[in-house]
């Protein structure tokens, strides 16, 4: 029989991750049997944050964080890890007491952990000594609050934010899929970002209505943007410069229409997108709107509040920080886009052998050792939290 194989092949279908489990739990039993495992092959990290195995369904939604996890998942199997799925907490319990100790580190969204804590079989404990150690658990979170109970270092973040473990994604993968557009045969149109018809309400969006007539009269640019517009149309700019595409794009558009453009445009929402770094892999330049500042010192950037605060250390002509309201700087950063076109550009942290390189630190680190310096000081009431079993 062919245990590489799956016995039942969903395909890119709902139930994806059994085939995907199936095909490697086998590999890793029949390398076992043979003695010839990779190198990280018998290093188990076990996948339950909602993200993961609905990455391995068909026409899957595509925000943030599935791009994330998307990454994640590629970065363990060029690394040769055994990647194994859980669609709940029961069902990561299951594995880990079929594979444990070759686990190496779940990672799990902050409410599982939560659940997983209040389950008397799920988490180690005197009484479950077979159980899941908190000390693996890690909380998948977008944003920057410690998500589990061990607090920061536990706390996996997409951006580096000076706090929680710094894991990353990289977009490279999907931007190589589309060809380069040549700026010659791009239109002379400017992509804004806003799935949503609220961030453009006047009242909250950075950029008036009359801002886009002001930059389409003095630089010929049109503007274009994919949004559900729902029983709230009023709020849709009144330009006849600005064009909804519509709430329906697949992938395959969105890319399209981002890579035959000549900039990509925030308005303020959504924050922290992982679109920015699409945009400037295909050569399209990011408008980032500056919604706070110092007053008395505005160029400070570590004073800044933007829509994309990890891009704030690029300058033109990548970067066009443009602080909210402001409609002359506004044409200037749209024309200095159009007239100063760039070539694909990835940050290095985004490249895939820096995600690598850090998961690998991740994978590998005394974890265990780090979590008995808590509990230690747990224990003699220098520090606040429960106590857990190693």
């Excluded at 589309?178 to 909250?204: L, M, S």
């Amino acid at each position: 029989m062919d245990l590489v194989k799956p016995l039942v092949d969903y395909g890119e279908q709902r139930h994806g991750w059994i085939a995907a489990n199936q095909r490697a739990a086998h590999a890793l039993w029949s390398c076992i049997e043979r003695g010839d495992c990779g190198e990280n092959q018998m290093k188990v990290v076990i996948l339950v944050s909602n993200e993961f195995p609905m990455s391995l369904m068909k026409d899957k939604y595509i925000g943030g964080e599935m791009i994330w996890a998307m990454s994640t998942i590629r970065a363990l199997e060029n690394m040769g890890h055994t990647v194994l799925y859980a669609v709940d907490v029961p069902a990561a319990v299951q594995l880990y007491h079929l594979f444990d100790p070759l686990v190496k580190i779940l990672i799990m969204n902050g409410e599982q952990i939560q659940e997983c804590c209040g389950i008397d079989y799920c988490l180690k404990s005197e009484h479950n000594p077979a159980g899941i150690p908190i000390w693996k658990m890690f909380a998948f979170s977008f944003w920057v609050n410690p998500a589990t109970d061990l607090g920061n270092q536990w706390t996996l973040s997409p951006e580096d934010y000076g706090t929680n473990t710094f894991l990353g994604y990289s977009i490279e993968a999907q931007c190589e899929l589309r060809p380069f557009v040549p700026h010659a045969k791009r239109a002379k149109q400017i992509y804004i970002i806003a799935k949503y018809v609220t961030f453009f309400d006047q009242e909250k969006t950075a950029w008036p209505t009359d801002f886009f007539e002001a930059a389409a009269a003095e630089v010929g640019v049109e503007f274009v943007t994919g949004t559900h517009v729902g029983d709230r149309p009023d709020l849709f700019p009144a330009s006849k410069h600005v064009h909804n595409l519509g709430s329906v794009l697949t992938q395959s558009d969105f890319y399209g229409n981002l890579s035959h453009s000549v900039a990509l445009l925030g308005v303020g929402d959504p924050v922290t997108s992982p679109t920015p770094y699409d945009a400037l892999c295909l050569g399209v330049p990011f408008i980032n709107p500056v919604q706070m500042w110092d007053p008395t010192n505005p160029d400070d950037r570590t004073r800044w509040s933007t829509q994309h605060d990890p891009l704030k250390e690029l300058d033109p002509p990548f970067v066009y920080h443009v602080k909210r309201r402001d409609r002359a700087a506004f044409v200037a950063a749209v024309r200095g886009a159009v007239e100063n076109p760039i070539s694909s550009h990835v940050l290095n942290r985004m490249r895939m052998r820096s995600v690598e390189k850090r998961l690998e630190d991740i994978i590998n680190r005394d974890w265990r050792k780090e979590a008995e310096a808590i509990l230690e000081r747990r224990r003699s009431g220098a520090e606040a939290g429960y106590l857990f079993t190693l």
